[in-house]
């Protein structure tokens, strides 16, 4: 019976944390929503940028004007409220974890978080204006570039996810090196390989131009190294740690 209220008590806590992530994404909606075409105008700066003088995006859809930004600040608000949402994972799984494990996870959830914001960042300020230049410059000649606002929009999303979840690699590389799954000096040994395959996963993920393949492939490859260096730190514990005790 003891253990029939324990699991209970387990699925309440799973339900309110959820509560509580999903509201923290619609609190942080609400005070967006206001600012949603302000914001899908920042988001459009890069391309705007580099368009023709007498060229403007347009929208092809009758109720693209409204949705494209609603969308945004949706996407938006998940990503403003990351960090609560790990903080309500991290609320609920540490009661199990082991003390060198917590030790590990938290600066690991942290981290995470910010190399996330990390590889947007660098989308936005180094990838869109250099793949936008490229894409109006080899625009042929009497063809105006007219970009459809919803489809921007799902291409910059794309580009924010895969660059966010790149960067993620050195966390991966920890969490490898940590479990004992693989170590430091084997992943040296595999260096040719991940680097063919980091620009095998830019070819895929990006627009099909070597200039976008090549802005994602390499800093993968140099997030990998700083990987090995920092996975190099932690390996695998031996004897079985406890956990902690509470009173």
């Known amino acids: 019976m003891s253990e029939e209220n324990s699991l209970i008590s387990h699925l309440i806590e799973l339900r309110s944390r959820l509560l509580r992530a999903v509201l923290s994404v619609l609190l942080v909606f609400i005070c967006l929503a206001y600012f949603s075409n302000d914001l899908y105008h920042l988001l459009a700066q890069p391309l705007l940028k580099t368009m023709p003088a007498n060229s403007s995006m347009i929208a092809t859809d009758v109720a693209s004007p409204f949705f494209a930004p609603f969308k945004l600040t949706m996407v938006l608000s998940f990503f403003i409220a990351i960090p609560y949402v790990l903080y309500q994972v991290w609320g609920f799984v540490a009661p199990g974890l082991y003390r ?116 994602l492939a390499i800093p993968m490859w140099i997030l990998y190294e700083f990987g090995i260096i920092v996975g190099g730190f932690y390996s695998r514990d031996k004897e079985e740690s406890e956990p902690e005790t509470t009173e």
Do not use: H
């Open 100 to 215: 060198n494990e917590k030790k590990l996870v938290a600066p690991l959830l942290f981290s995470s978080t910010v190399l996330f914001y990390s590889g947007m960042a660098f989308a936005y300020y180094v990838v869109f204006p250099v793949v936008f230049a490229f894409f109006n410059s080899v625009a042929p000649e009497g063809v105006t570039v007219a970009t459809d606002i919803n489809s921007y929009l799902n291409f910059v999303l794309k580009l924010f996810f895969a660059f966010g979840v790149s960067f993620e690699i050195p966390v991966a590389i920890v969490l490898l090196c940590w479990t004992g799954v693989t170590n430091a000096e084997s992943l040296r040994q595999k260096r040719p390989y991940v680097i063919v395959g980091a620009f095998v996963v830019g070819m895929l993920l990006t627009p099909p131009d070597v200039i976008s393949q090549s802005l």
